[in-house]
């Protein structure tokens, strides 16, 4: 990331989603902005254990990646805690079924 912080602040709220993080999370890295000046925060809402480690694993392996824990919170308070957590110029909130383009950032 630049000194001055990230370009990009991508928060997705992360449920009971197993069917499609996997491609969700495809999509992130098939950007061809690159992750570095991107900053991603996933939200997860505690609804299923197994996607935590999911997240995890994957978050891990990015540097500019997060895995906030928000259990039981709702939409739209997990939204608010990834957007108070967000440091980028630009912020986008693309929902875990989403499959985003390469060129999307």
Known sequence: MSP???RFSLVGVVGDDAAVLPDFLASL????FGLDDV????VDTGADPELTL?????AAARPTATVLSVP???HVPAL????AA???TWVSFPEVADVLAPPYL
Do not use: M, N
């Not at 900053?39 to 996933?42: E, K, P």
């Not at 608010?80 to 957007?83: H, P, W």
């Open 39 to 42: 900053q991603v925060i996933l």
């Open 72 to 74: 039981g919170a709702g």
């Open 54 to 58: 999911v997240l995890r694993g994957w």
């Open 86 to 88: 967000a440091t980028g």
């Open 80 to 83: 608010a805690a990834g957007l």
């Open 29 to 32: 890295d098939a950007q061809t």
């Open 4 to 6: 001055a912080g990230p």
